[in-house]
């Protein structure tokens, strides 16, 4: 399931939202800060300003003690200075006190705040919240006389006043910002889109050119724009693709001038070793005439003679697969005929236990030479570095879809030996792969079952090597062992198989077993 959240891009994008939405949301949220508190400082500086001065004009005119009459003079008076503001007023001295409103509870007033202003000079406010209504209370002690000559006279004045008005503009102050900030916000959002875009682009790009390089294309470049970080990897990209494809181009060269050298070795060798064979062919004719130290010698030249001819042949049938050379000349066979001729050609029918079809039972479109190569690689090698009995399978496999129709054919050869180390099973296909602690002898050249490989490969087929379990020999009357198994499987009936008949370089063989 594809999740593009968890991609670079999906990162970026919520990374560059969420620090746009929380600075434009904590912008708005600052100003909105700083306003109101501009507002109501303004307000209550205002306030506390004409209290006092109010205060002050009435103080001489107050009897100290105050009575009664004199704390209800002063709140009635300071209410009535200011009758457009709804000022309600609470005069106080020890334990009398007066009110602008009858039966005034002045229930807004905390006890902290009257013990506050019995302890200080200064003017003392609070801001209270009552029934849904903000209102700014204050205080202020009443001093006859300078302050600095006469301690605190005990006598107060708190003053109520309602912040309609300054919760209006704060109301007013917060849908202002809130229309400011959705815009704001969209903005920033489409901002942080679009500088993403912009970072992700050359990542992207980045991307598609390593994706075309592990594709094969190392001529893909990245376009150098600016000199940020993004066009230092850029370049750095251009850098290292160039090195790559010069390294990569330099390494086929190589291997295509080694390719020559074999092909060229290997053909200049096929003169030589044909007279050499028949030289080795009239020797061998005579070696019964000979002394027996000069027949031994005679025998040896001729067997590693024909080894090198083997040898010889194999290498320009591998250089074939290598330069892509190598064809199919396809044919409608029977193919448990064609396995039988493979093993009456090299005189192995009583050697070979045999499970094939009936005549006709399993027909299909396959290079009989080619096949006949790959099967008798395996059937020599399991008869030379495994055990008998060795048998020899054949049988027909579908596909698990059947929409598809393909028919396989399946060719299993066995053995009954000590079978393959596990080590070793990767490499059975490698050329010139031998394993003297798997095999007992090693007399081939090593690039028999590479060969095997190569001419399945060109049909469209797999082949691929294994261990029976231990036992498995007892079903087809062997011993009580495992063994090596390689399995050949071929599809049949492709028509779009077949491909140009190859050219056999002149003086070229057939191929023979290994």
Excluded at 300 to 321: C, H, P, Q, W, Y
Excluded at 391 to 417: C, F, H, K, N
Aim: one cysteine or more; glycine letters at 8%.
């Amino acid at each position: 399931m594809n999740r593009p959240l968890r991609g670079l891009r999906g990162r970026l994008l919520i990374a560059f939202v969420l620090v746009t939405a929380v600075a434009t949301l904590t912008t708005g949220a600052l100003t909105f800060r700083e306003a109101r508190v501009a507002v109501l400082q303004q307000s209550q500086d205002t306030i506390i300003k004409r209290l006092r001065a109010h205060v002050d004009g009435l103080a001489p005119g107050i009897a100290y003690p105050p009575t009664q009459s004199d704390l209800e003079r002063v709140a009635l008076e300071v209410a009535a200075a200011e009758p457009a503001q709804n000022w309600r007023v609470l005069a106080t001295y020890r334990g009398l006190q007066a009110t602008s409103r009858p039966q005034d509870t002045f229930a807004e007033l905390s006890a902290d705040m009257r013990s506050a202003v019995g302890s200080r000079r200064a003017a003392v406010f609070q801001r209270v919240r009552t029934d849904g209504r903000s209102s700014l209370v204050v205080g202020l002690p009443v001093t006859f006389g300078e302050p600095a000559e006469r301690p605190a006279s005990g006598v107060a004045v708190f003053l109520t006043v309602p912040q309609t008005g300054e919760q209006g503009y704060v109301d007013a102050l917060v849908t202002a910002i809130g229309r400011a900030v959705v815009p704001a916000l969209g903005l920033a959002v489409l901002l942080a889109l679009l500088a993403a875009r912009g970072v992700l682009r050359p990542v992207r790009e980045l991307r598609r050119a390593t994706r075309s390089i592990a594709e094969g294309h190392l001529d893909t470049r990245l376009a150098v724009n600016g000199s940020d970080e993004l066009a230092d990897l850029s370049h750095t990209f251009n850098e290292t693709a160039a090195a790559l494809e010069e390294s990569v181009a330099e390494l086929r060269r190589m291997e295509a001038r080694a390719r020559r050298f074999v092909a060229d070795v290997s053909h200049e060798l096929r003169t030589p070793l044909a007279a050499m064979s028949a030289v080795t062919d009239v020797l061998d004719e005579d070696a019964a005439r000979l002394d027996p130290d000069t027949a031994m010698a005679v025998r040896l030249i001729s067997g590693e003679t024909v080894k090198l001819a083997r040898l010889v042949n194999d290498l320009m049938e591998i250089s074939r697969f290598d330069a892509g050379a190598a064809g199919l000349q396809l044919d409608d066979l029977d193919l448990a005929e064609s396995l039988r001729r493979t093993l009456a050609a090299r005189g192995w029918q009583d050697t070979v236990d045999t499970r094939l079809p009936g005549p006709g039972e399993l027909r299909g479109r396959v290079d009989p030479r080619r096949l006949d190569v790959a099967v008798a690689n395996l059937v020599g090698n399991a008869l030379r570095h495994g055990a008998c009995p060795v048998q020899l399978r054949l049988y027909a496999r579908e596909m698990p879809d059947p929409a598809d129709g393909t028919v396989w054919a399946v060719i299993e050869v066995t053995d009954s030996g000590p079978g393959i180390p596990a080590d070793v099973l990767p490499h059975v296909f490698d050329r010139f792969y031998k394993s003297d602690t798997a095999r007992t002898r090693s007399e081939g050249s090593g690039l028999g079952l590479s060969i095997a490989a190569e001419n399945v490969r060109l049909h469209g087929g797999t082949v691929r090597a294994a261990n029976r379990p231990e036992g498995d020999g007892a079903e087809s009357g062997g011993a009580e062992s495992g063994g090596a198994v390689f399995t050949v499987e071929i599809p049949l009936g492709k028509e779009e198989m077949e491909e140009p008949e190859e050219k056999e370089q002149p003086g070229e063989k057939e191929v023979r077993e290994t």
